[in-house]
Nanobody, 118 residues
Framework: QVQLVESGGGLVQPGGSLRLSCAIS????????MGWYRQAPGKQREMVAS?????????NYADSVKGRFTISRDNAKNTVYFEMNNLSPEDTAVYYC??????????WGQGTQVTVSS
């Protein structure tokens, strides 16, 4: 069974940056779309960014992170990255890696905490 393992979360000051990684235990081509979701305390989980695995890797971002966050993938390393810049306290959440298949169930990582605080 393919597993997704996130890393790179932590505590950062407002205006700072973090880079999250999502390592896929099998082939990244098991999925058609990879994404990052987040869930803040007392709020529903929301999609923040996604990227198609095939082709040029078209991306999609939530309005709240456009221009600040960048999703990318390295198919050779079976890894998806999430570069987060100009972080604000509103970005504090548990961030989850998600993989969607054309057929079959989606997969989730265990989550990594991102805390933005001075």
């Amino acid at each position: 069974q393919v597993q997704l393992v996130e890393s790179g979360g932590g505590l950062v000051q407002p205006g700072g940056s973090l880079r999250l990684s999502c390592a896929i235990s099998g082939s990244i081509f098991s999925f058609s779309v990879m994404g990052w979701y987040r869930q803040a305390p007392g709020k529903q989980r929301e999609m923040v960014a996604s990227i198609r695995i095939s082709g040029y890797g078209s991306t999609n971002y939530a309005d709240s992170v456009k221009g600040r966050f960048t999703i990318s993938r390295d198919n050779a390393k079976n890894t998806v990255y999430f570069e987060m810049n100009n972080l604000s306290p509103e970005d504090t959440a548990v961030y989850y890696c998600n993989g969607k298949r054309a057929l079959g169930p989606e997969s989730w990582g265990q989550g990594t905490q991102v805390t933005v605080s001075s």
